[in-house]
């Protein structure tokens, strides 16, 4: 028992910062009242169902919700909560916040979006005139991934048993000036169907003065650190205005010792680091504990409860709900899908406009073009189950698709094991519809994993898993089992054994298969709808966490329960930064997943649109997973790979940028303009056009006098200078191409 504290001690001493100037009080942060401005009623109470928070009649729960004083990611609020008031939050229409005249280094705002996140550019004014910019915007409320949560929201009749959540933003402001306003941008009204930005709350961050420090998020978390333990998370801010450097953090408390302090290099004023504790946790349960992070006299604590050990995941919404997306996936940034099963057989529709992979669905209806192109192309008279024979896999080799994964720079991968149509790509012991039984004659997911834990060990594994099936007689999504869309006569559902529950006796077992005979890393449920999610993510977590040698999987947001680690907006991605991980999806092919054999060349993602989102997504805490869409036979179109390749040949160059990046507080792009941090080595400004002769950043970019900035590719160092505030970076002629990366490097 003695020997983690003897490490505990060594560490310390080691990492034990040189005496830095002494402490100054952290000033506390000003709340603004915005009551003037509310014109939105989105909390309802039991009593009162008035309120409309979407457009569409849907309102928080005012029961479940905190009121009043309230902190979130460590900053105080006034929140309006359950208050007698009519209206609790203002759409964000263009008004203008008067603030309490003074200098800041943040405005911090409690914030939601209703309809898909919503967003654009805030203005903050100083006294002066003079104004700076900086994008704001919150996340869905049904995504439920912000620190203010409800179990449910109210719906025009009844309730919705859908967790919703308040999150938070900030818009950076400029120390220097004293600041008078902020406008905050123009969205829509809260009407069905468009995306606005609600407020809740506004707090400003005054600055400091000499060097300040302050410790706000301190939590403890499941997730598996890199030398075993338990982590603790905090984040380190420099209130004041002067830099701050090596910052040793550390926690403290009962059952708790520190193995591994976190360091931070150095902090510019009103930066932040969000940094990671490495711990070991000699008791279970939840205590009091802090974080405590030093700089010679300066030092600053925040009180936490910590929950030390990982309990076994209970079949619960609680329970589960504290899972997360482990730092792997964090890291990771970009991934491969892959959309692959009976539909690349006809691999059909109109390109651009909707998903071949949906081929049979399309097929239903008469004013769809896959109606009519099937009976001209196959006959009124060939089902789609005739398809599976032509379902081949004769050119699959899972050792190519996974090396090219690798060559492509991704860092993991996930494919359809059974998409809407119901035929599984594994030996399926539950149903007869597989590639083992039919089609193939072959287990492709073994196939694709083998190969993958032989040839690319670094790639993690990942099973896309569609809960619902269109015709599945059982329970047909689509309200009818197989038939003849021309005639309506009834088909057969191929490899179908009939008189089960679908949930308890089909999908709940095919998914236990895939978690028990392939072991992935990742799944990737869609659809949600009847499920039994809750049972098996709790199997499926446990028997990650309690082998011999533990690890971290993940799953997505779509299994049909509130559960998950991250959101999956697909052919789309948020306009700022998204402090819940998140993912975005979306095929190389302009609108689908699967091969579409219509779609030309020319109308597939190039390499700089490619990587433009790549460097988009991890600027704004997201990952990218880019679709391909293999041809029935195992073949991937000429086209996909040269992207991938293409994509790859940037990352070799120009990864460092991207992996195991976080995004910047201040703020996510400005313009064409991208920027993450690596912790402790480097600040990124990536340019997503050919910057000129110079790159003019108008951002307070945390340089120093001394510091080194290259452009990743061109070893020389450039030279820079500051006008007007501005960051001017001389740029080196014809070097680079797609996106191109400076790098600032910490000295």
């Given at each position: 028992?003695?020997?983690?504290?003897?490490?505990?001690?060594?560490?310390?001493?080691?990492?034990?910062?040189?005496?830095?100037?002494?402490?100054?009080?952290?000033?506390?942060?000003?709340?603004?009242?915005?009551?003037?401005?509310?014109?939105?009623?989105?909390?309802?109470?039991?009593?009162?169902?008035?309120?409309?928070?979407?457009?569409?009649?849907?309102?928080?729960?005012?029961?479940?919700?905190?009121?009043?004083?309230?902190?979130?990611?460590?900053?105080?609020?006034?929140?309006?909560?359950?208050?007698?008031?009519?209206?609790?939050?203002?759409?964000?229409?263009?008004?203008?916040?008067?603030?309490?005249?003074?200098?800041?280094?943040?405005?911090?705002?409690?914030?939601?979006?209703?309809?898909?996140?919503?967003?654009?550019?805030?203005?903050?004014?100083?006294?002066?005139?003079?104004?700076?910019?900086?994008?704001?915007?919150?996340?869905?409320?049904?995504?439920?991934?912000?620190?203010?949560?409800?179990?449910?929201?109210?719906?025009?009749?009844?309730?919705?048993?859908?967790?919703?959540?308040?999150?938070?933003?900030?818009?950076?402001?400029?120390?220097?000036?004293?600041?008078?306003?902020?406008?905050?941008?123009?969205?829509?009204?809260?009407?069905?169907?468009?995306?606005?930005?609600?407020?809740?709350?506004?707090?400003?961050?005054?600055?400091?003065?000499?060097?300040?420090?302050?410790?706000?998020s301190a939590r403890s978390t499941p997730k598996l650190p890199r030398l075993g333990g338990q982590t603790i998370e905090a984040t380190v801010v420099n209130l004041g205005d002067q830099w701050v450097s090596n910052i040793s953090v550390r926690a403290e408390g009962l059952g708790v010792v520190t193995l591994q302090p976190a360091a931070v290099k150095r902090l510019a004023p009103g930066e932040e680091a969000r940094v990671r504790i490495g711990i070991h946790a000699y008791r279970?349960?939840?205590?009091?504990?802090?974080?405590?992070?030093?700089?010679?006299?300066?030092?600053?604590?925040?009180?936490?409860?910590?929950?030390?050990?990982?309990?076994?995941?209970?079949?619960?919404?609680?329970?589960?709900?504290?899972?997360?997306?482990?730092?792997?996936?964090?890291?990771?940034?970009?991934?491969?899908?892959?959309?692959?099963?009976?539909?690349?057989?006809?691999?059909?529709?109109?390109?651009?406009?909707?998903?071949?992979?949906?081929?049979?669905?399309?097929?239903?209806?008469?004013?769809?073009?896959?109606?009519?192109?099937?009976?001209?192309?196959?006959?009124?008279?060939?089902?789609?189950?005739?398809?599976?024979?032509?379902?081949?896999?004769?050119?699959?080799?899972?050792?190519?698709?996974?090396?090219?994964?690798?060559?492509?720079?991704?860092?993991?991968?996930?494919?359809?094991?059974?998409?809407?149509?119901?035929?599984?790509?594994?030996?399926?012991?539950?149903?007869?519809?597989?590639?083992?039984?039919?089609?193939?004659?072959?287990?492709?997911?073994?196939?694709?994993?083998?190969?993958?834990?032989?040839?690319?060990?670094?790639?993690?594994?990942?099973?896309?898993?569609?809960?619902?099936?269109?015709?599945?007689p059982d329970n047909p999504w689509s309200g009818h089992g197989p038939r003849n869309p021309y005639t309506g006569a009834a088909e057969p559902y191929t490899g179908y054994q009939a008189g089960r529950d679908f949930v308890r006796d089909y999908q709940a077992p095919q998914m236990t298969e895939l978690v028990d005979g392939y072991d992935p890393d990742v799944i990737w449920c869609d659809i949600g709808g009847a499920n039994d999610s809750r049972r098996v993510l709790a199997d499926y977590f446990n028997k990650a966490k309690n082998r011999a040698v533990p690890k971290d999987v993940t799953v997505d947001d779509r299994c049909g329960i509130p559960t998950h680690d991250y959101t999956t907006p697909e052919y789309a991605t948020y306009p700022n930064t998204v402090v819940k991980k998140w993912e975005a999806s979306r095929g190389l092919d302009p609108r689908s997943y699967g091969w579409n054999r219509a779609t030309p060349d020319s109308m597939y993602m190039t390499a700089d649109e490619v990587i433009d989102t790549v460097v988009d997504t991890t600027s704004k805490n997201g990952n990218f997973l880019l679709d391909i869409g293999p041809r029935a036979d195992g073949s991937i179109p000429e086209i996909m790979q040269q992207r991938l390749r293409e994509t790859g040949d940037w990352l070799r160059t120009n990864g460092e940028s991207i992996y195991g990046t976080t995004y910047w507080s201040r703020m996510a792009q400005l313009g064409s303009l991208r920027f993450t941090v690596k912790q402790n080595e480097a600040f990124y400004i990536t340019s997503l056009v050919q910057p000129g002769s110079q790159l003019v950043v108008d951002a307070p970019v945390p340089l120093r006098d001394g510091d080194r900035i290259t452009l990743l590719g061109h070893d020389k160092p450039l030279k820079w200078t500051r006008s007007g505030g501005k960051l001017v970076v001389d740029v080196p002629a014809g070097v680079g191409q797609h996106a191109w990366v400076f790098k600032v490097a910490l000295s």
């Open positions: 028992m003695r020997k983690p504290f003897i490490v505990a001690l060594l560490v310390s001493l080691v990492l034990t910062p040189v005496p830095a100037a002494s402490a100054a009080e952290a000033p506390a942060p000003v709340t603004v009242p915005l009551t003037h401005l509310f014109d939105n009623d989105g909390i309802d109470t039991a009593s009162d169902r008035t309120g409309n928070f979407d457009g569409s009649g849907y309102a928080f729960p005012a029961e479940a919700l905190p009121s009043g004083k309230v902190t979130a990611d460590g900053v105080p609020y006034l929140f309006p909560g359950n208050t007698s008031a009519k209206n609790n939050n203002a759409v964000a229409l263009g008004q203008r916040i008067e603030l309490p005249r003074g200098r800041y280094l943040t405005a911090h705002f409690l914030v939601a979006s209703s309809y898909g996140v919503a967003g654009g550019t805030a203005t903050v004014h100083y006294a002066d005139g003079s104004t700076t910019t900086a994008s704001i915007s919150g996340p869905d409320w049904y995504s439920g991934s912000g620190p203010i949560s409800a179990p449910f929201r109210y719906s025009p009749g009844g309730t919705d048993q859908h967790p919703v959540s308040i999150g938070t933003a900030q818009v950076w402001a400029d120390p220097s000036k004293d600041a008078v306003g902020i406008t905050l941008p123009v969205t829509n009204p809260a009407v069905a169907d468009k995306s606005s930005l609600h407020v809740f709350a506004l707090s400003l961050q005054p600055a400091g003065k000499g060097a300040v420090l302050a410790v706000r279970t349960g939840t205590f009091d504990g802090k974080v405590i992070a030093t700089s010679g006299r300066v030092s600053a604590a925040q009180s936490a409860k910590f929950t030390l050990g990982v309990a076994d995941y209970q079949a619960t919404d609680a329970s589960l709900g504290t899972h997360e997306s482990p730092y792997w996936f964090d890291d990771a940034k970009f991934g491969i899908f892959i959309h692959w099963g009976i539909y690349s057989v006809p691999a059909w529709s109109p390109p651009g406009e909707q998903y071949a992979e949906w081929y049979w669905q399309w097929m239903q209806d008469p004013s769809n073009a896959v109606n009519p192109y099937h009976a001209a192309t196959f006959g009124k008279d060939f089902s789609y189950d005739q398809f599976i024979p032509q379902f081949t896999a004769s050119r699959f080799d899972p050792r190519e698709w996974v090396r090219l994964f690798e060559a492509a720079g991704a860092k993991y991968y996930v494919l359809t094991s059974k998409h809407h149509e119901g035929f599984a790509l594994w030996d399926s012991k539950v149903s007869g519809r597989d590639s083992v039984d039919l089609g193939p004659r072959r287990d492709l997911v073994k196939e694709l994993f083998d190969a993958s834990r032989k040839y690319t060990p670094g790639l993690k594994n990942g099973l896309y898993f569609s809960m619902p099936e269109w015709f599945n």
